[in-house]
């Protein structure tokens, strides 16, 4: 991972991606994600959260 970015999205869009993959997205689920989920679904690219440090 080299870069993290936030962008305005249009009609209530919540998306994460990683790698051009796309993790979560609001508008496919109709929820924001539930807290550690993002990191969960994140770990198969970047390992376990305490590796990131």
Excluded: C, N, Y
């Amino acid at each position: 991972m080299v870069d993290v970015s936030l962008r305005s999205g249009s009609k209530g869009r919540f998306e994460v991606t990683l790698d051009d993959q796309l993790l979560f997205s609001k508008v496919k689920l109709r929820r924001f994600p539930h807290p550690g989920e993002i990191l969960k679904l994140a770990e198969p690219t970047l390992g376990p959260a305490l590796d990131w440090r």
